[in-house]
């Protein structure tokens, strides 16, 4: 952050004019290095946002123009018009909501009987569960459809709920940052007479909270972006997420409108943005702390 | 420490496959067709025509007495039956069926009709994963008919039922309903194949629809249009991997079952008629001017912006579904489209194509199956196909109907007799069908044509390659 | 604590044992919950496929047991191979640039010459707040033929139009963008935790003994991120075999242009799915995952290696 290194006045004046216009050559060489990056990542964004609100009539008004020359809400409105959107959008959010809290108990406990407390076959078994991660997803899909339909599964939310719990990567994660608690503290704790899940309750879950944080936001995110499971799973339309709509929007019309679409994709990707700007801090953080080994 | 871990997973693998063979065993039941449905559960109603319901076909239901010209069938039948009857159609299917809900609910108040409704793809695959998981199929549910083969085992044997009716529908769709002598669904439409032209712009390059006869006619005729406007126009738009073309010419040859021989049994698609097929569309590729590989074919939006700025003057396609997509889509070009038979691969041969129409199919594990037919057949027959008509204008199958709205002329089409034309046309094709894996080897024999139109291969080789992957992947002879 | 204290000298053996028993126990049951769900959704659908797939499954009927056969179909396959291709090179697109321009431009925030350090890492993060079939919505449309940015872009500039997404080499390029677009924020704020863990001396030092910035990046940066370039490289390189979303949504199943684009993962859910094809599908999955197993142990390999 810093921009000029500090140094005493006695070395300074040893800095040369030439070493300070290079730092300056450098540095904004580097800032439009940045910048022409941003722009590439923000301008599907704006790609995005600018085909949601064409105007139908435009659509076939071709070249597309670069910039916008009327604006228009009514892919929105189609978009209501074809879809439960708005109940997509809550629906998501429930799901994720619900996900987060379960993931997120489950995987800390999980991950820190890992990572501290000492049993028979704990290497084995969290390999075991490592191991599966390599395994294509779309194996397990039709077997868990037979399972979940024989347990009258089908079209309800359990099956996006509950198989989630067991979450391998939130585990991994869990225990790598459980792994650099201090093993002193968890014994005093011992010695002090709490029990096990007393331990984890009261001293642990406060110390791992930017780790709890980060997962939090990866399962919310991993969860509102879900397609595959939703689009298996739910059959009435009330049900529906807000990505499987957008899956739907895509195959309907007897003429293909993207259109409609984007305007779809921005209202989806809205409320992950606000969610993340607000709280980057912790995501970041937690993981940072928990890369260092 | 690899090793050690491999022990114990493969100790855990064993144990587990085990548990998964038990598994699997419970997951073959309920392909089973063994389970007949007691004929009791539907129809109180003696079955008056043709006696008992014969189990073996696996839940066959209760035929509905005598209903020859009758349209509106006994509803006593049916009245046994109540509950919600749950119908899953994609966009074009379910809506003939919404316009059927208030007359049947009149006629059978007991049964209340829940539509579902997915897209194209999720419907085939929803369907797939209710039958496979042996629960969770809907009662009445709309598939295209080129994946029909893929479920039959797990459909209900509509041949009593439907057989009255059959001569009422022109004749493919008989044959492309079924499979194996058994009858699984009626379809909602018929797609003869045409090609649909802007007679404007051919006026105005001077193309004439008599004087196109052949194929190479039509190849021709686009090296005309391409010099006339100076390479702006294209006359038709073509994929490198264009099976639907392909299909077109292997019915022209004679080949109803496309891919595949009469029985099902063998692919065909290295037979010499094939070669001479593949050469006739060479040409096709290699014409001046031609607009190859638009980006999400004939209803994607590049195709619609080629078409409304008149970049493209002319689309190969069935003509259930493609009148009303212009009408809807370009009501500004209204009066200058027409249609006209494709062309033949020599002169004087037969000028047909036949694509996919929709089939109506009940899943075995309905427990509404009579309910489900009349909803079906109300939706085809009589008034109802008349009703489903004014709400979707797709080219019906059912020939009374027909009859009604061959006389009509299309002010869009410049007052041609569009239906008359289509039915004509649909008249001469032989019983086409759709074999076992259809899918699969409509895009076998995309990638294998594209390296043929490309030049990298030679008919004969391009085609031999083809069959033998078929053989090998669809297990035929 | 209090309750030990007043205990009886007879109960406090029993209180020890149970306490004991207690804390042998807690850890599986602490682990049970998520071990059982994990049995039961994750690990028998897996062993059940592997089953699977020595039957003639298609359709809705499991078949007859095949064997070793959809196997052998499998490694016939001219459409396996190709599809392993295409993904080798997506692979070679985008694993290595990645990993590259995630370091590179971790570096550059985390360097002193930079401001807004935040604002930039939101901006290069926003990309994978999005859905994949969003991503590969967007990207189809940025590179549509009458609809799309670069087209439009190109003709402001007098040039001609492109049909990118039908040009075989291109449709890969176009895949490999937006995987960098959706995923190099993510590996980015991977290396930033890293670099931040490097110790501020060992470049002073450096700079004292007057190496150059990239002097210091190429000998102090590199060496010391090993281990989570590697957990990255392997992470990145499954992710490829299982590549679904985003090549599905650019260019369907059927994988046009003669299967220019067909990947792993869009080969996969194309037997499953579009061809219901079960027992060959289930053969397709194992022999992917025996793939990736060996191409992670060989980086795994090569990564510890390099250290020794």
Known sequence: ?293 | MVKRITRRQFLRLSAGATAGAVLAACGSEPAAPTVPTAPAAMGATAPAAGGATAPAAGGAIAPTAGGATAPTAAPAAASGESGTLTVWGFEGTYEGIESQVDAFTKQFPNVKVDIKKFGYDDTHTNLLNAIVAGTGAPDLVGIDVLRLTQYVDGLTDLSEQAKPYFDQFVPPIVSLGSYKGKFYGLATDSEPVGVFYRKDLWDQYSVQEEKIETWADLANASGQVHDASQGKVSLYAMNANDFNLFEVLAVEQGFPGYYFNKDDTQVIVDDPKMVEAVNALKPLWGAKGVLQNVNGGAYGDEMTAALKSGKVTAQIIGAAWYPSTLTQNMPELSGKWRLMRVPAVKKGGPRIGYQYPTVWVIPQQSTLKSSAWELAHMSLIGDGARRLYEKTKILPAYKPLLDELQTKSDDYFGGQKLVELSRAIAKDTPDVFFGTGFTEAQEIMGNHLQEILNGQKSAEDGLRAAAQEMREKLKKG | ?308
């Open chain 3, 1 to 308: 604590m209090a309750p030990t204290a007043q205990l009886t000298q007879a109960q406090r053996p029993a209180v020890r044992r149970r306490e004991r028993w207690w804390r042998i126990a807690a850890p599986y049951v602490f682990i049970s919950p998520f071990y059982i769900l994990f049995l039961a959704f994750g690990l028998l659908p897996i062993v059940f496929s592997l089953v699977v797939s020595l039957y003639d499954w298609r359709g809705t009927t499991p078949g007859g047991f095949v064997g070793m056969q959809n196997y052998q179909v499998l490694l016939r396959d001219p459409t396996f191979y190709k599809s392993l291709l295409n993904t080798t090179y997506v692979w070679i697109g985008s694993v290595p640039p990645m990993i590259l321009l995630a370091l590179v431009f971790a570096a550059i925030l985390n360097s002193r010459f930079v401001r807004f350090r935040n604002l930039f890492r939101t901006v290069y993060f926003l990309p994978v707040v999005t859905s994949l079939v969003i991503t590969g919505l967007v990207f189809g449309q940025l590179f549509s033929m009458s609809f799309g940015l670069v087209n439009s872009a190109l003709e402001a500039l007098g040039l001609p139009a492109f049909n990118w997404l039908n040009d075989p080499t291109w449709m890969k390029i176009i895949l490999v963008l937006a995987l960098l677009w959706r995923w190099t924020g993510n590996d980015m704020v991977i290396m930033l935790a890293g670099l931040q863990s490097i110790p501020n001396d060992l470049y002073e030092a450096a700079r004292v003994d007057g190496a150059t910035d990239v002097q210091s990046f190429w000998h102090i940066t590199i060496p010391l991120m090993r281990p989570v370039i590697l957990f990255d490289a392997i992470i990145s390189t499954i992710g490829t075999f299982n590549l679904f979303a985003e090549p599905y949504v650019l260019f369907g199943q059927g994988g046009a242009m003669n299967q220019a684009a067909v990947v792993t993962g869009t080969f996969l859910y194309q037997n499953s799915f579009r061809y219901f094809k079960f027992g060959y599908a289930s053969a397709i999955a194992w022999v992917l995952a025996a793939i990736i197993l060996a191409l992670s142990m060989l980086q795994l390999k090569l990564g510890s290696r390099e250290a020794a």
């Open chain 1, 1 to 293: 952050m810093a921009t000029t290194s500090m140094t005493p006045s006695s070395m300074r004046s040893g800095l040369s004019q030439a070493a300070r216009l290079r730092a300056r050559v450098t540095r904004l060489v580097l800032y439009i290095v940045l910048i022409l990056a941003a722009i590439a990542f923000l301008l599907p964004f704006y790609w995005m946002v600018l085909s949601s609100v064409r105007p139908k009539a435009e659509y076939y008004a071709l070249p597309m123009p670069l910039f916008p020359r009327t604006l228009s809400l009514e892919n929105y409105q189609q978009l209501f018009a074809r879809s439960l959107f708005g109940r997509g959008l809550l629906n998501s959010a429930f799901l994720a909501i619900v996900s987060v809290i379960l993931q997120v108990a489950f995987c800390s406990l999980a991950g820190y009987t890992f990572a501290k407390l000492r049993f028979r076959g704990r290497e084995a078994l969290f390999v075991g569960i490592l191991t599966t991660m390599m395994i294509p997803s779309g194996v397990g899909l039709i077997p868990n459809f037979i399972i979940m339909a024989r347990i009258h599964w089908i079209d309800t939310y359990w099956p996006l709920i509950v198989p989630g719990i067991a979450n391998a990567f939130g585990i991994f994660w869990m225990r790598q940052y459980c792994l650099s608690l201090s093993d002193d503290l968890l014994d005093a704790a011992r010695i002090d007479g709490a029990g096990e899940f007393g331990i984890y309750w009261q001293v642990v879950l406060p110390i791992i909270t930017p780790a709890l944080a980060s997962l939090a936001i990866f399962v919310f995110l991993s969860t509102w972006n879900d397609f595959l499971a939703p689009l298996v799973f739910l059959r009435s339309q009330e049900l529906f997420t807000v990505q499987l709509w957008l899956s739907v929007v895509a195959q309907q019309g007897e003429v293909k409108t993207p259109a409609v679409v984007m305007a779809g994709s921005v209202l989806a990707s809205i409320p992950i943005v606000i969610l993340f700007a607000t709280l980057q801090r912790y995501f970041i953080a937690g993981l940072t702390a928990g890369s260092v080994k």
